[in-house]
């Protein structure tokens, strides 16, 4: 027997409207969303370090400030994001804690290093340009805090791209040494970027039901060649060239063909054998051990002062 | 203005623009490290303001020097002995309680300065020190909210926000040294003296120290040299890092 709760949400999400917070959800709906939105904001924290990595060594004050503007919207987007998990009734200190014991996945993307400026540039044109793709679709998502976040986040998101390709166009106009760089960033970027997108719809255990419940509302191999076909002319534009051999446009359907990609090393970076896993995570739960007496002086500091307020009043 | 009075000012700029260079790349330096991610927002807010503010002086001292001065030429490309920054900035990132120190201490010094500056009777150096005067504010406040927080915890928190003033306290008398070049200025009211603004700074140092129940450090040792670029053996490799891309590719433009 279906709930009558069950037939409200069922006629909610037929009807393309959102779910609210305080809207009854069933429980799979919840942790599922719960999953998802928390692994997204690991992410954005995540992300903070390989792009971090370069703001000792900016090459300009200006792509300096850039840079570190960018990665304080992460940040926020983290904030952000967490705020839209709590909505469903998880604090933020277990969502961190689930990241630090490894029970919970951030995009695998940020497990590979960044060892030149160019991958800052192509971070931003490739990796924010291919989360742009996801997180328009995004929008479309039939938990409303979720949906919300989205709108605002995606506005960021393509200041960042857009700021990464500056960053290359100006290494394309620049010298052989500069585009040999940018080549590079490419060839070791290219891949990893398209894996953002999940496995295929066939090999991929969540998509149908996130689909049925309108949390997502594109499977990952159309946004996959969505993004490609979207991404290849830029690529041209910068003049360099994209590490597949089988890459080619397809007149017939309009679509730019890539090849296959590597699944296993796919499956090994999410699975916690990529370059910058354990780094990835040891600097995070650091930085949160080496935070510990401040927060606890915080905390211990309102207590205190809390009491006073009390005693006076 | 007399060419004297022009190299004064740029030297001037290139001080002040030093300091905010050097403190917010040893922000930058520290963000994702932060104990909360607000705390990481707050810290990048900061470096970002420094760099501005950095920016902003670099290019009019550019605009004064002429020939090929240039803001990535005075940030990029200047030795450890041409950087005129205070000693304070350049300390490492010991702990939390060392940025705040240092965040605190200098900000106080910073936000007295700008007061100042901000009446200047050059206008474009006015406008540049009444916009820095808003953000200064902010870290002030940010910064002493700390200290106090810090200083009025727990026991280990106690300790470490002491030994951290402790620590900053030697690099701060210099902050109020007045280099002689700056005369000319003071007296087209371009500058003003800066060592009348040190009983202020006390009394604003002092305040917080009290509430956080901290002690006012009683090291009669205080370093110079910074304004003169002579520095801590910290600065040398702060450069080595910031200036490394363009220090590689001479000639190339990014
Ligand atoms: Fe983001
Ligand atoms: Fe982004």
């Known amino acids: 027997m279906v709930s009558e709760h069950q037939t409200t949400f069922d006629e909610t999400i037929a009807a393309d409207e959102k779910i609210e917070p305080r809207d009854w959800m069933p429980d799979a709906y919840r942790n599922t969303l719960i999953r ?7 992410s954005e924290v995540i992300g903070m370090q390989p792009e971090g990595n370069w703001i000792t060594r900016a090459p300009t004050l200006l792509r300096k400030a850039i840079l570190i503007a960018k990665v304080q919207d992460e940040a926020g987007h983290g904030l952000y994001l967490y705020s839209a998990a709590e909505t469903l009734g998880v604090s933020r200190d277990e969502l961190q804690e689930m990241l630090h014991s490894g029970r919970h996945k951030y995009s695998s993307i940020f497990n ?32 409303g805090p979720y949906a919300r976040a989205m709108v605002r986040i995606c506005k960021e998101e393509s200041f960042h791209a857009r700021q990464g390709y500056a960053i290359l166009m100006t290494l394309a106009k620049g010298t052989d040494e500069q585009r040999q760089m940018l080549q590079d960033a490419v060839d070791r970027w290219w891949w990893p970027a398209l894996m953002m997108f999940g496995p295929h719809d066939s090999e991929s255990t969540h998509t149908e039901q996130s689909m049925d419940w309108k949390i997502k509302r594109m499977s990952n191999d159309d946004l996959r060649q969505l993004y490609v076909d979207q991404t290849v002319p830029q690529g041209e534009y910068l003049g360099i060239t994209f590490p597949d051999p089988d890459l080619h446009f397809d007149e017939e359907s309009g679509h730019w063909r890539f090849g296959e990609i590597d699944w296993d090393e796919f499956w090994a970076v999410v699975t916690g ?41 | 203005m007399t ?40 810290i990048a807010n900061g470096a970002l303001d420094h760099i501005g503010v950095a920016m902003h002086l670099y290019e009019y001292a550019a605009e004064i020097a002429g020939g090929d001065a240039s803001v990535d030429g005075y940030s990029m490309r200047r030795n450890e002995r041409e950087f005129t920054n205070a000693l304070i900035v350049e300390q490492p990132n010991t702990d939390f309680a060392h940025i705040v120190a240092r965040s605190f201490l200098f900000g106080v010094y910073q936000k007295l300065l700008w007061e100042q500056l901000s009446r200047s009777s050059d206008e474009r150096l006015a406008g540049i020190a009444a916009r820095a005067l808003k953000e200064a504010t902010y870290h002030v406040t940010h910064a002493r909210r700390w200290v106090v927080r810090l200083g009025d915890g727990t026991p280990e928190s106690h300790a470490r926000m002491q030994t951290a003033i402790d620590e900053m306290w030697r690099f701060t008398s210099e902050l109020f040294e007045q280099p002689d ?45 910074g304004r003169l670029g002579r520095h801590t053996e910290h600065l040398g490799h702060l450069l080595a890092e910031m200036q490394w891309l363009q220090r590689t590719y001479p000639g190339a433009s990014w």
């Open chain 2, 181 to 225: 070049i700056d005369s000319v200025l003071i007296e087209s009211g371009v500058v003003f003296d800066i060592t009348r603004e040190r009983a202020k700074w006390d009394a604003a140092v002092d305040d917080a120290l009290e509430e956080a129940t901290l002690v006012r450090p009683e090291d009669p040792y205080q370093a110079t040299g």
């Open chain 1, 273 to 313: 054998d990529g370059p910058m896993n354990r780094e990835r995570v040891a600097h995070k739960k650091k930085a949160w051990e080496d935070g510990a007496w401040v927060r606890e002086a915080a905390t211990a500091y309102a207590v205190k002062h809390a009491a006073e307020t009390a005693k006076v009043a």
């Open chain 1, 112 to 143: 590979y290093p960044t060892l030149s400026w160019a991958d800052i540039g192509v971070i931003g044109w490739l990796v924010d340009g291919a989360a742009i793709v996801n997180q328009i679709m995004l929008q479309g998502a039939s938990y």
């Open chain 2, 3 to 42: 060419d004297g009075a022009n190299a004064a000012l740029v030297e001037v700029l290139l001080r002040h623009a030093d300091d905010n260079t050097i403190l917010g790349q040893r922000l930058g330096e520290y963000i994702s490290s932060a104990p909360e991610l607000e705390e990481d927002l707050a």
């Open chain 1, 36 to 42: 998802q939105i928390a692994q997204h904001a690991h």
